[in-house]
């Protein structure tokens, strides 16, 4: 049992090997880190632990959209890494080594999991990228009552109340003014009243023959 | 000079010093006045600091030679502004009137003078007020976090962008799709867009109660909308010099072209600037100055309104350059950075072999080594001056290019709101005189009735106003602003800044001034004023109108569209008018100019018909009525 394990890593190693010494095949997705632009100071060297990491990601991934098929690590094949950390995967089927799953189906898995797939490495879409498989947008943002009718409605509503009050005021200071002097000509009257009783009379005919008539008539 | 046009009946229609002074004395009259100084001071100067400063001025600095672009203005200001600005603060505080009130009591055919300036500032209220309503737009869209032009709308099975957006960039998709949803040409006029009538209601709404009262109102309001925009001004500046690449920015507007200076339109454009700037004929200065008390020093305050209009143009073109060259700055680096994936991407070089400093050589080392594969790369062209000088004038200016300036900075809703209140309050105080221009005229012209207060006149004409604006709120409105801004505000005001001064000058009689402005200020205007007003500042106007107008006949009438799917889509398309506009240009700039001397043609004709008929009485009269003229009748004493 522990021979055939073996002879069985053993081929799809070399099967593995001898995958990518060949062309790359129409199955194969290209992906490419951009780890120091997303995380700067704070980025991780790459290395083949990071490697594995991805393989297994990778098969948790074909895991999740393929319920029951028990992808595993030797199942991801990469080829071809560059110092930019770029490289070449393929997935190959489980009842055949020899087999690649197809495009749609490895697309279709990234989709679904994208998410888990760019948290597992602290990046995003734009510095994980899977060349052909373009990243879902989020909707932009959009509140249900747009915040401008808010400030709008805040703003006319101190204008006109301002308009309100500075059409108002004047009528209520002149109804006040009217009230007021009605007040004052009482107590004129009642100081007029007191004065007349000592002073000269003010009632009676205003006689003209001792007024000055010159100005009307001119010589 | 000597040369006075003979004026029969000047002084039975202008009062007398006397008079003057007693009406002061007494405060008779119900003519408003200022509270105080200040508030004169400051309503001027918020009328002439207006968005031209920001948006025009820094724009023909950096085009016309950069710092020796100061040169002509500074000599221009001092030779034809502040002549011009004596002038009307002179007369205006003699006559104690508004626009029209003073030149029909210099000469009543000389009203057309007043009428005109009161239908130039009109149009120029209705279409600054819609500039304003854009405004109010992107100012009540900047309380929310992320700004809604950082970001396009998603095509429908979200994919990607929506394809205008993608192609252009999420400000100006922003400005000319979400705000203003332009439509392809002035001819398709494509519906109203009611965003825009919302906004177009608060800003005159707002005008409303700010002038609702007159200038005791405004008075009040200015004290904010004068002064705000400098405290903001000095914010962006320190926020400014911080960032990025703001030195750039500062470098190119100043760095002096001295070659510039031969170029004649250099002069023009200053002249030109500091006209408009100054808001000269506009009928506005005169008004305000009418409210001063009559011994005002008016010299004392054309030369410091001169100054600071001198200086806060510097000012605001160094801010607004600090800002320029930050997002300059930032487009160039991430110019270069693309340009770097893009090399270290199609070679598989580690992500950080390539940095700015040896971009170069490695793309040569490349070049040489695999031309092939580098040739077939899409590099970005990436050049400083080009995007230094790319855009920075008018709406293009504070609408695209600061709004996206504004995105990069740290806590943008913060500066997005400073920086449209301030162009708010620029805008607000620089209406104030507008409308003063326009009400104070429409009062003295009796179109409406005496009786009604001064907030009923206030209302009707902001009401008026703004279903006039509803032009603007249309789907092509903004190709209809940019024609107003061309056509409403350039001939006309030319043609009756040069009527004032020759009226003035030659009418009224210069000898006549210079007494008014002894008695005023207590000595006469040195031999600088005399001769500006005589002959240099004429001359300059003159030369500018006749300029202006060769230029503009030989020019084919064109105008830039938005248009989507033209070919060089996003940069705009220049496409030529229709026929009919040429009868609304001709509205536009012919009519308030012409104003002038119709309305003298009018009145000629309606005074030679009224002396013909009276004569005809008259004659009837001593025919009927003949013997008994001896004996003095009625008019005997």
Redesign the interface.
């Known amino acids: 049992m522990l021979g055939k394990i073996f002879f069985l890593l053993c081929l799809s190693s070399a099967w593995a090997e001898d995958l990518c010494s060949k062309a790359v095949p129409p199955e194969a997705y290209y992906v490419r880190l951009s780890i120091k632009t997303a995380l700067g100071d704070k980025a991780y060297v790459w290395n083949d632990n990071e490697m594995f990491l991805f393989q297994a990601t990778l098969a948790f991934a074909m895991r999740s959209q393929f319920s029951g098929q028990e992808y595993n690590v030797s199942n991801i094949v990469v080829c071809d890494e560059t110092p930019r950390v770029s490289f070449w995967f393929v997935v190959t089927s489980l009842e055949d080594p020899s087999r690649l799953v197809s495009r749609g189906d490895v697309e279709q898995a990234v989709r679904k999991s994208r998410n888990r797939i760019n948290s597992a490495f602290l990046l995003t879409d734009q510095t994980l990228e899977f060349i052909g498989i373009t990243p879902t947008l989020a909707a932009p943002v959009a509140p249900n009552t747009p915040p401008w009718l808010i400030v709008f409605g805040v703003v006319m509503g101190a204008v006109f109340a301002g308009i309100l009050v500075l059409l108002v005021l004047p009528l209520i200071q002149k109804k006040r003014k009217k009230n007021q002097p009605m007040e004052d000509e009482d107590s004129d009257e009642e100081t007029q009243v007191k004065t007349a009783e000592n002073g000269p009379e003010r009632s009676g005919v205003y006689n003209m023959s001792f007024s000055d008539d010159d100005k009307f008539t001119q010589m | 000079m000597r040369l006075v046009i003979p004026n029969p009946g000047l002084d039975q229609r202008i009062p007398t010093y006397e008079d003057i002074e007693r009406m002061e004395k007494e405060e008779a009259g119900d003519r408003p006045k200022w509270d105080n100084k200040a508030q004169y001071i400051l309503t001027c100067v918020g009328f002439c600091i207006g968005i031209g400063n920001v948006w025009r001025f820094p724009y023909l600095c950096q085009s016309h030679g950069g710092g020796a672009f100061l040169i002509p203005y500074l000599i221009l200001l001092v030779l034809e502004g502040m002549p011009l600005l004596l002038l009307e603060f002179g007369i205006g505080q003699r006559l104690r009137k508004g626009s029209v009130g003073v030149w029909r009591a210099i000469n009543p055919y000389l009203t057309g003078v007043g009428i005109a300036s009161m239908l130039v500032s009109l149009l120029i209220g209705l279409y600054y007020n819609t500039l304003i309503a854009w405004i109010m ?1 992107y ?3 900047s ?2 976090n ?1 700004l809604p032009w950082t ?4 095509n429908d099975n ?4 929506v394809s205008e957006c993608q192609r252009s960039s999420t400000v100006d998709y922003y400005f000319y799709r979400v705000t203003l949803n332009s439509s392809t040409s002035i001819d398709d006029s494509g519906g109203i867009h009611w ?1 825009i009538v ?2 177009l ?2 800003a005159w ?2 005008i ?2 700010c002038y ?2 007159g200038i005791s ?1 405004s008075g009040k309001a200015v004290y904010v909308t004068a002064i705000l925009p400098y405290i903001v001004l000095a914010i962006f500046l320190i926020r400014g010099l911080t960032l990025k690449g703001a030195m750039n920015g500062v470098k190119f507007l100043f760095t002096p072209d001295v070659d510039e200076l031969i170029n004649p339109s250099t002069w023009l454009d200053a002249g030109a600037q500091v006209f408009y700037a100054f808001s000269l004929a506009w009928g506005g200065l005169i008004s305000f100055s009418s409210y001063n008390p009559v011994h005002n020093n008016c010299m004392q305050d054309a030369v410091i309104l001169s100054v600071i209009t001198g200086l806060t143009s510097i000012y605001a073109a160094t801010v607004t350059y600090t800002i320029i060259g930050f997002r300059a700055t930032d487009r160039y680096d991430s110019c270069i950075s693309d340009n770097i ?1 893009t090399l ?2 199609a070679f ?5 072999s390539i940095t700015a400093s040896n971009y170069e050589a490695a793309l040569n080392h490349y070049n040489t080594s695999d031309p092939t594969t580098v040739l077939g790369l899409d590099f970005k062209i990436c050049d400083m001056q080009k995007l230094l000088s790319e855009g920075v004038e008018g709406t293009g200016l504070a609408f695209i290019v600061f709004t996206e300036a504004i995105t990069k900075m740290p806590g943008s809703p913060i500066w997005s709101v400073l920086f449209f209140v301030m162009l708010l309050c620029l805008g607000l105080s620089t209406l104030f005189g507008n409308i003063e221009g326009v009400v104070v005229p429409l009062r003295d012209l009796n179109v409406l009735p005496k009786k009604w207060p001064q ?1 009923a006149v206030t209302g009707v004409t902001c009401f008026v106003a703004f279903i006039i604006c509803l032009l603007f709120a249309q789907n092509s409105g903004v190709y209809w602003v940019t024609l107003f801004d061309n056509f409403a505000g350039s001939v006309p005001l030319l043609t009756i800044g040069l009527s004032e001064m020759i009226a003035i000058v030659y009418i009224y009689g210069i000898d006549r001034f210079n007494e008014d402005l002894k008695f005023m200020i207590g000595h006469k205007p040195s031999i600088f004023w005399q001769v500006s007003w005589r002959f240099i500042s004429p001359l300059i106007v003159l030369v500018i109108l006749v300029f202006y107008l060769v230029t503009q006949a030989q020019k084919k009438l064109t105008y830039l569209v938005w248009d989507p799917d033209s070919e060089n889509f996003p940069t705009m398309a220049s496409v030529p008018y229709p026929s009919w506009i040429n009868a609304v240009v001709f509205l536009l700039a012919g009519i308030p100019s012409l104003a002038v001397p119709l309305y003298a043609l009018c009145r000629l004709v309606f005074v030679y018909c009224k002396k013909k008929r009276a004569s005809g009485q008259k004659s009837q009269l001593s025919a009927a009525s003949g013997p008994d003229r001896e004996f003095g009748g009625p008019g005997g004493r």
């Open positions: 737009w100012l009540f869209n309380f929310q992320p970001q396009c709308p998603l979200a994919t990607g962008f965003p919302l906004c209601l608060s709404t707002v409303f109660i609702i009262r109102t994936v270290s991407n598989d070089l580690p992500e950080d907030e």
